[in-house]
């Protein structure tokens, strides 16, 4: 579900922050018609946002598989916008494996984006809310983090109180996230009658255990009505959806 919600995001952040041009529209994410790209990307709002991206996502000196996931979409959306996208897919691509080897043109190019949207607060608010999303997406903010997203927003003279209501938003929402999660975990444990101390061998035996019990062929042969034999399939898929909590917590 959190998976869903941050890929969901990408493409609302994006529709806002490429509505209401009012100057240079050439140089601006454009969703209303197939632009054809004039001048370098670099210097467009496309390039410029995903090198901002590149400053925040290398941050912590990694891409977790989610993080990696949400750039690909970002690169696919903004890219759709363009009439050729897959050249404009590489390019960006290109853009943000080289942004993200220096943090020292991260004003600079901070600077450039605020001359594209000098006119719309709302829309640098957005990028900034964007920014934070793609911190955010592994569920740990760092410090390292926290210092380029203020860099930035200080460049792109983004209020200070308006940065940290964002920061506060997606801190709630992960610690509601991350409290959801304890509690699924406890009760698939609970479920199996297994415990976190448990091998993965011993929590597969009690797992087979449980299937053997409450399989809907085994209540069946033991002469089962159809009430029990329908509890039994319900209780099995409980038992299933629990165990693949856990080995998916687990990594096995």
Same mark, same amino acid.
């Given at each position: 579900?959190?998976?869903?919600?941050?890929?969901?995001? +990408?493409?609302?952040? %994006?529709?806002?922050?490429?509505?209401?041009?009012?100057?240079?529209?050439?140089?601006?994410?454009?969703?209303?018609?197939?632009?054809?790209?004039?001048?370098? %990307?670099?210097?467009?709002?496309?390039?410029?946002?995903?090198?901002?991206?590149?400053?925040?996502?290398?941050?912590?000196?990694?891409?977790?598989?989610?993080? #990696?996931?949400?750039?690909?979409?970002?690169?696919?959306?903004?890219?759709?916008?363009?009439?050729?996208?897959?050249?404009?897919?590489?390019?960006?691509?290109?853009?943000?494996?080289?942004?993200?080897?220096? @943090?020292?043109?991260?004003?600079?190019?901070?600077?450039?984006?605020? =001359?594209?949207?000098?006119?719309?607060?709302?829309?640098?608010?957005?990028?900034?809310?964007?920014?934070?999303?793609? #911190? @955010?997406?592994?569920?740990?903010?760092?410090?390292?983090?926290?210092?380029?997203?203020?860099?930035?927003?200080? *460049? %792109?003279? +983004?209020?200070?109180?308006?940065?940290? *209501?964002?920061?506060?938003?997606?801190?709630?929402?992960?610690?509601?996230?991350?409290?959801?999660?304890?509690?699924?975990?406890?009760? #698939?444990?609970?479920? %199996?009658?297994?415990? =976190?101390?448990?091998?993965?061998?011993?929590?597969?035996?009690?797992?087979?255990?449980?299937?053997?019990?409450?399989?809907?062929?085994?209540?069946?042969?033991?002469?089962?009505?159809?009430?029990?034999? #329908?509890?039994?399939?319900?209780?099995?898929?409980?038992?299933?959806?629990?165990?693949?909590?856990?080995? =998916?917590?687990?990594?096995?």
């Amino acid at each position: 579900m959190e998976k869903v919600l941050f890929l969901l995001f +990408v493409g609302v952040i %994006l529709f806002i922050i490429a509505r209401n041009y009012r100057t240079e529209d050439f140089k601006n994410i454009n969703i209303g018609s197939k632009q054809r790209l004039i001048g370098d %990307l670099k210097d467009h709002e496309a390039g410029l946002l995903v090198a901002l991206m590149a400053k925040v996502s290398k941050a912590d000196g990694q891409v977790c598989e989610l993080e #990696a996931e949400l750039l690909s979409h970002t690169f696919n959306d903004i890219s759709s916008h363009f009439e050729d996208s897959a050249y404009i897919r590489d390019e960006l691509k290109k853009i943000y494996n080289q942004e993200k080897q220096t @943090f020292d043109n991260t004003i600079t190019i901070s600077q450039k984006y605020l =001359k594209l949207t000098k006119r719309d607060y709302d829309k640098r608010l957005k990028v900034i809310e964007y920014l934070v999303n793609v #911190a @955010f997406i592994d569920s740990e903010f760092s410090e390292t983090e926290f210092m380029i997203i203020e860099d930035i927003s200080n *460049a %792109l003279e +983004v209020n200070k109180i308006d940065l940290e *209501a964002i920061i506060k938003r997606f801190e709630r929402f992960h610690s509601e996230q991350k409290a959801h999660k304890i509690n699924t975990l406890e009760k #698939a444990y609970e479920i %199996l009658g297994a415990s =976190k101390d448990d091998l993965n061998d011993e929590l597969k035996s009690k797992y087979r255990k449980l299937v053997r019990i409450h399989h809907p062929d085994i209540v069946t042969g033991k002469g089962g009505d159809k009430t029990s034999i #329908a509890e039994a399939t319900q209780k099995l898929q409980e038992i299933n959806e629990a165990y693949e909590i856990i080995k =998916k917590d687990r990594g096995i």
